[in-house]
């Protein structure tokens, strides 16, 4: 699963992996956001025209096209295995593929001490922003625009956290995913094609556990050996 992400690095600097080129696109400077939740709206970006790149903002949480009312069932995440057979995912997955700007994520491990959820923060080196592999829809009859995060197996180091985790894509198969030409049995390879193994990851304060506190973990605990708590 992937519950909660970050994104606090400056829109400039996520910028570079897009071709953008509307100004708003170009110019925007959103705050920083550290612990996004599931149902918040979030900005992901599509295949635009003339090979450019177009961003847009949905709800984290899937609401197919023919849905009649919102989702209860979880659908912030897409499973890598069943995207293309599942009911409630293979249309996007079709057609609506999309990339989800962050700089890194949270998985909880449980305490031996007190039995307390414990977050871990997970993030690339130097922790350079990245894309999720994502899909998204519009559902006309509820005026909902959205989109969900694909998740897959866990790699060797994410296990140590959790057997699942986000699809972090290469950015050299960008334009593959973001392609509706790009035919189902191809875009499923395209997750093979992704940054994971890369992942590095350390143990935050349980402020985050509360999606209410949007702000940095405390850097107090940055300097916590994980592999030494698990």
Avoid at 26 to 40: M, Q, V, W
Avoid at 109 to 123: E, L, N, Q, V
Avoid at 180 to 193: V, Y
Avoid at 207 to 222: C, G, M, R, W, Y
Wanted: hydrophobic share 35%; glycine share 4%; charged share 25%.
């Amino acid at each position: 699963m992937c519950g909660r992400y970050t994104r606090y690095l400056p829109w400039s600097e996520i910028h570079r992996l897009y071709r953008l080129t509307a100004p708003a696109e170009i110019g925007r400077n959103d705050a920083p956001r550290y612990n996004i939740a599931p149902t918040e709206e979030v900005p992901f970006v599509t295949a635009g025209e003339h090979g450019a790149h177009k961003l847009r903002q949905g709800r984290w949480w899937l609401v197919p096209w023919h849905a009649k009312e919102l989702p209860k069932a979880t659908m912030f995440n897409a499973r890598s295995e069943t995207i293309d057979t599942s009911g409630a995912f293979k249309d996007a997955f079709t057609s609506k593929r999309c990339l989800i700007p962050a700089d890194g994520f949270y998985e909880w491990t449980i305490s031996p001490a007190d039995k307390g959820r414990d977050p871990w923060h997970i993030f690339l080196p130097d922790h350079q922003p990245f894309s999720f592999a994502g899909i998204w829809a519009y559902n006309k009859n509820l005026d909902v625009t959205s989109c969900s995060i694909v998740t897959m197996p866990a790699g060797e180091t994410m296990r140590q956290i959790h057997d699942r985790q986000p699809v972090i894509l290469d950015p050299d198969v960008y334009d593959a995913w973001l392609d509706p030409e790009t035919p189902p049995n191809d875009a499923k390879q395209l997750l093979h094609e992704n940054l994971d193994e890369d992942l590095e990851f350390y143990r935050v304060g349980r402020d985050v556990n509360a999606s209410v506190k949007n702000k940095l973990p405390n850097d107090s605990q940055h300097m916590i050996d994980p592999i030494a708590l698990l």
